[in-house]
């Protein structure tokens, strides 16, 4: 069974940083893009950034420049170095990844969340 377990959610002030982690385990043939994605309550996730198995990313325009994607293919993991949190970035944030778990069949698993709080 593929799963997703995310780190290092927590409580900050405005312009203090943090760093998300996300380690797959379990049985699969490879990992495709794995990314981060928020999502406030009642409302459907929003892409934060991804980065796929070569190393390219792609960042929602409210995070370039402040956060960081970067992915450990050796380890399974995916990281996101948040800097200059602003008030705004408070959210839950989950982690995504397209796992190939046979030959043929991909599969889009997601973590249970971390909390980012950014107080003012």
């Known amino acids: 069974q593929v799963r997703l377990v995310e780190s290092g959610g927590g409580l900050v002030q405005a312009g203090g940083s943090l760093t998300l982690s996300c380690v797959a385990s379990?049985?699969?043939?490879?990992?495709?893009?794995m990314g981060w994605y928020h999502q406030a309550p009642g409302k459907q996730p929003e892409l934060v950034a991804t980065i796929t198995s070569t190393g390219t990313t792609n960042y929602a325009d409210s995070v370039k420049g402040r956060f960081t994607i970067s992915r450990d293919n050796t380890k399974n993991t995916v990281s996101l170095e948040m800097n200059s949190l602003k008030p705004e970035d408070t959210d839950v944030y989950y982690c995504?990844?397209?796992?190939?778990?046979?030959?043929?069949?991909?599969?889009?698993?997601w973590g249970s969340g971390t909390q980012v709080t950014v107080s003012s």
């Open positions: 995504y990844a397209g796992i190939r778990v046979t030959a043929r069949e991909l599969r889009g698993y």
């Open positions: 379990g049985s699969f043939f490879s990992i495709n893009t």
